[in-house]
């Protein structure tokens, strides 16, 4: 094999591939990238971790066409840091790869790429396709709260539906707190996969991989069940993400009715920059700070004897009776640094309810709620 590529065109796609291919992982290969060079001058890199596989396409100059498979951390800190436009590739016969780029010449190790493992098939793919913007919005509002506790697999990713509405569901939760996202989609409901009307289970890790190399320049993304994968397709790239088995908690059960006459509107800026500044005087242990509503008021305060204590007041809109509860200022700036709108909507009912948070402004039909249980005072 023998190719010459651009540089910056490889660093790139290599740079997608940083999140799967890892020099910790126990499978030997998982460490490495896979390049296979064709003689119609397509360049296929692939990198997987069993759970994960990661698939990018480019352009090449292809003067013997082949594959090599390369340490992806080793050649990606290589490739980012040459300064010529272009470089040349080789395998040698030990299947190491040469590389050579102006005056550089240097010598990468390889392995034999027939052990590479193999990437699943998209070749029965049925796609369908999502607004690209929307798709990344769905997983900032959700990732943040997806459960890192092993022990409870199913929380441990989040669950993708499409419902008989039409809409394109992301659901998290950690047991303390609940995101919700969804967004309309383009295509009849009609005749989908059982599996995706009533939920499967997507790993953070996946998610988090699909939000770090999504092309918001394409407009739209394409997905589809295969087997107990789910498969994303935008632009060069192909992600395969292994779903979770297990059952996702029936998330609407915990989602309170809505309470209008309970509502207070908030300013989201300026909660979240009056929240930062009170969270200094919260305790390193609980992170806890009191919120207080009361007619067209919302008092915000912390105390901690090592720290001192301090509160702020911002102008709301709310005209129910005053309520006070508890929380994890952390969960609540999560909220607030991921919506995007100018206002967010706040039911807030004793200091024992779970407390629902509403993005006033979603745009193109989007809509998003979260829910955090409070602390104890």
Same mark, same amino acid.
């Given at each position: ?18 999140? $799967? ?13 896979? &390049?296979?060079?064709?003689?119609? %001058?397509?360049?296929? =890199?692939?990198? !997987? ?31 980012? @840091? &040459? ?14 790869? =040469? ?10 190790v390889g392995a034999e790429p027939s052990g590479y493992p193999k990437i699943p098939s998209?070749? @029965?793919? #049925? ?21 890192q506790d092993e022990a409870r697999p199913n929380l441990t990713g989040a669950l993708l ?13 950690? %047991? ?18 059982? #599996? ?33 994968? $789910? $498969? ?11 779903? $979770? ?41 609980? @992170? ?19 720290? %001192? ?18 929380? @994890?200022?952390?969960?609540? !700036?999560?909220?607030?640094s991921v919506v995007d709108g100018d206002r967010v909507s706040m039911e807030m009912t004793?200091? =024992? ?25």
């Amino acid at each position: 094999m023998k190719i010459t590529v651009e540089t910056t065109s490889l660093s790139r796609e290599l740079f997608k591939l940083q999140g $799967i291919a890892s020099a910790r992982s126990s499978v030997q290969m998982a460490q490495f990238a896979l &390049l296979t060079a064709t003689k119609d %001058g397509q360049l296929t =890199l692939q990198a !997987t971790d069993m759970e994960l596989s990661l698939t990018a396409r480019i352009d090449c100059i292809t003067d013997s066409p082949g594959q090599i498979a390369i340490r992806a951390r080793d050649f990606h800190d290589v490739v980012k @840091n &040459l300064r010529t436009e272009t470089l040349t590739l080789t395998r040698e016969e030990n299947h190491w790869a =040469l590389l050579e780029a102006g005056t550089v010449r240097a010598r990468l190790v390889g392995a034999e790429p027939s052990g590479y493992p193999k990437i699943p098939s998209t070749v @029965n793919l #049925e796609p369908l396709k999502v607004r690209t913007t929307s798709l990344q919005r769905l997983i900032d509002r959700t990732l943040f709260s997806v459960s890192q506790d092993e022990a409870r697999p199913n929380l441990t990713g989040a669950l993708l539906r499409i419902s008989d509405a039409g809409r394109m569901q992301l659901v998290s939760t950690d %047991g303390h707190r609940l995101s919700k996202a969804e967004m309309p989609v383009p295509f009849a409901t009609e005749g989908l996969p059982v #599996e995706l009307r009533t939920g499967v289970i997507v790993p953070r890790k996946g998610l988090d991989q699909l939000r770090r190399t999504l092309d918001v320049t394409e407009g739209t993304t394409a997905f589809g069940l295969e087997g107990t994968n $789910i $498969i994303f397709i935008y632009g060069n790239t192909t992600l395969t993400v292994r779903l $979770i088995d297990g059952t996702f908690p029936n998330f609407e059960q915990v989602i309170p009715a809505p309470r209008p006459d309970n509502r207070a509107s908030i300013g989201r800026k300026e909660f979240l920059d009056r929240l930062k500044f009170v969270s200094l005087f919260s305790s390193a242990k609980t @992170n806890n700070v009191r919120i207080h509503l009361e007619e067209d008021t919302c008092i915000i305060a912390a105390q901690d004897p090592e720290r %001192g204590e301090g509160e702020e007041r911002i102008q709301i809109e709310y005209t129910a009776g005053p309520v006070k509860a508890g929380f @994890n200022h952390k969960y609540l !700036t999560d909220i607030l640094s991921v919506v995007d709108g100018d206002r967010v909507s706040m039911e807030m009912t004793d200091a =024992l309810s779970a407390t629902v948070f509403r993005e006033l402004d979603g745009e193109d039909g989007e809509e998003s709620l979260f829910i955090v249980m409070p602390m104890r005072i």
